[in-house]
Structures are given as structure tokens and as C-alpha cells.
């Protein structure tokens, strides 16, 4: 993969702060991160593409300029280095990736991180393809119009709220759905297959296993009962003919007689 800078042109590690223990805005927010990066890594068919998502992690796109921070992020057909250990690796630097994440997630929890203004214009200019935008305290009721979902389309650079939930270039689609995830009843964003079928977390998986395996050991007694019971006739129709072949015989009439 080609980088966007040469080896020369790469800034020196040691002066960027790629790490500042900046905490997350609030549980809720933490818990939906951690929904959309699980359900990705566990459970979804990229149809072979590589990808890489992460939650709270810096995107390096410019020498000198601050990183871009979103929620989630999600970049297809690339792939991290396993090693950890360098200062290079721990973070999204777009020239080692070569080339910025599709996907933007933004969760809002209060009006000052500028998620319809600064950060907007922002994501656009890095050319990311996809940009969500969740409100689920309707921190921004009045500009999302009572929304508290909205998903955007980069075109000719800048971005356009869609009106269908998939995302054809990813392959992926979002939505919003009611339900538990870890013990909270909340409405909470989710991504989906083209028919908005939600791509399960591992704990949902497990369920799902868990539900064939009952329901193949239901068949599989619902076949022994039928057997069984198909026997019981069986042994019922032939002592039946037995009775009547003495019944015949106590006649003089040989019932094996043709």
C-alpha cells in the first residue's frame, strides 16, 4: 500500500502526543462505542476485505495539525501491524495507513464538541465517505430537527443527510434499535445487513448457538417420539393380524393359504 508521504517526510514520533488520558463523555456513550466496534470485529462478513475499527483513537491526517478523534471509526482494506510496541503503530496515522477511515461515528452528549459545525467540515476535508451523527440525550434536538440519528454521504466535498440506511461502498448499513446491551435498556445506534437485519454482538451469538443446539436437540427427540411411536403402531398392526390369522385358522381357513 502506498503511503500519502514519503519515509523522508515522516514526523518525528517523539513529538507527537498521541496518548493524552482525555476520559470518554459518560458510560452510555463508552457502552455504544464498544456496541458498534464489538458487533464489527465479531460477528460481521466484510466478504473478504480487510478492515480496522476502533473506538476513541486519534486519526493523524496532516503534519502540524491536531488529530481528528471520533467516536468510532471503520477503514476497509487495510490492515494494522501486529506489533504494538512502536509509538507509529499505537494510533491512526493516515500516511501509514495510506489513506483516511470511510466511516466517521460521532456520539453527542453535549453541544461543545461541534459535531454539525467544526467537526463536519473537518471530516469532510479528510474525504471520510460515511459521517454519523448520533444524539441520544437530544443534546441538539432543534439542528437535527427532533432527529437523534442522522447518517451523511460525502459529495463533492461536503455532505448530504441520506435518506436509506446503507452504506453500498462499505457494504454495511446502520440503524437505530430498542433493546439490552450489557444490562441497559436504551435505544442505541447499530449496524445492519442491506435488509437492516442487525449484525450481532457475541453474546448475542452465543445465544443464537445456543437456541440451534436446543432447537436440533427438540428435532432430534420430535424424530426418536415419532419413531417410537411409529413402532408402537407397527407392533399394534402386526399383533392385530396375528389375532385374526388365529381367528381364521380356529375356522379351518389357512390365512398363509393362497
Known amino acids: ?23 470518554v463523555d459518560n458510560i452510555f456513550s463508552e457502552k455504544q462505542q464498544r456496541l458498534l466496534t464489538e458487533t464489527l470485529n465479531t460477528a460481521w462478513d466484510s466478504k473478504g476485505r480487510t478492515f480496522f475499527t476502533a473506538a476513541n483513537v486519534g486519526i493523524f491526517y496532516a503534519l502540524h495539525e491536531p488529530p481528528l478523534v471520533p467516536d468510532v471509526f471503520l477503514s476497509m482494506d487495510v490492515q494494522p501491524r501486529e506489533e504494538w510496541d512502536d509509538k507509529d503503530r ?24 461541534g459535531e454539525l459545525s467544526r467537526k463536519f467540515s473537518n471530516y469532510a476535508r479528510l474525504n471520510v465517505w460515511y459521517y454519523i451523527v448520533f444524539d441520544p440525550f437530544g443534546a441538539l434536538k432543534k439542528a437535527m430537527d427532533g432527529e437523534i440519528f442522522r447518517l451523511y454521504e460525502l459529495h463533492r466535498n461536503t455532505y448530504s443527510p441520506m435518506k436509506d440506511f446503507w452504506m453500498e461502498e462499505i457494504g454495511l448499513g446502520i440503524r437505530l434499535w430498542e433493546g439490552e446491551y450489557e444490562g441497559w435498556q436504551a435505544t442505541w445506534l447499530r449496524w445492519c445487513d442491506e435488509r437492516g437485519n442487525l449484525i450481532p454482538t457475541g453474546k448475542e451469538l452465543s445465544e443464537m448457538a445456543l437456541q440451534q443446539v436446543e432447537s436440533e436437540k427438540l428435532r432430534a427427540e420430535n424424530e426418536k417420539a415419532r419413531a417410537e411411536n411409529e413402532k408402537v403402531r407397527a407392533d399394534e398392526a402386526e399383533s392385530k393380524a396375528q389375532r385374526l390369522a388365529e381367528k381364521l385358522r380356529a375356522l379351518g381357513i389357512d390365512p398363509d393359504a393362497r
Open 90 to 113: 499505537r494510533t491512526y496515522f493516515c500516511w501509514e495507513f495510506g489513506k483516511p477511515p470511510e466511516v466517521a461515528v460521532e456520539i453527542i452528549s453535549n453541544r461543545k464538541g
Open 1 to 23: 500500500m502506498e503511503t500519502l508521504l514519503s519515509k523522508e517526510m515522516f514526523p518525528a514520533m517523539r513529538d507527537i502526543v498521541i496518548e493524552d488520558d482525555e476520559p
